[in-house]
Nanobody
Framework: QVQLVESGGGLVQPGGSLRLSCAAS????????MGWYRQAPGKERELVAN???????NYADSVKGRFTISRDNAKNTVYLQMNSLKPEDTAVYYC????????????????WGQGTQVTVSS
């Protein structure tokens, strides 16, 4: 089976930067979609950024111009570069991917990382 492993979260001051990473590992799989979501206390989980199979990227309005999503296909890894961080960005960030596997007869399934905490505070 495929696992998503996230890293890069932590505590940062307003205006600072963090880079999140999410690596997919397993055997006999292909990735159709990768993206980042976040959930703040008392809030719904929301899409932050994603990269479609066609290479198009999408961003939430609240992070547009500050965050950048990128993907390294050779490493099966997606990154989220977060600049000019605000206290409102404080949340648990989750990596998500749509992955097809031989074990699942190549039917696409959604996978989620364990989440990584990002706290923006002075």
């Amino acid at each position: 089976q495929v696992q998503l492993v996230e890293s890069g979260g932590g505590l940062v001051q307003p205006g600072g930067s963090l880079r999140l990473s999410c690596a997919a590992s397993g055997s006999a799989f292909s990735i159709n979609y990768m993206g980042w979501y976040r959930q703040a206390p008392g809030k719904e989980r929301e899409l932050v950024a994603n990269c479609t199979s066609g290479g198009h990227t999408n961003y939430a309005d609240s992070v547009k111009g500050r965050f950048t999503i990128s993907r390294d296909n050779a490493k099966n890894t997606v990154y989220l570069q977060m600049n000019s961080l605000k206290p409102e960005d404080t949340a648990v960030y989750y990596c998500s991917a749509e992955i097809s596997t031989v074990a699942g007869a190549w039917r696409p399934s959604d996978y989620w990382g364990q989440g990584t905490q990002v706290t923006v505070s002075s």
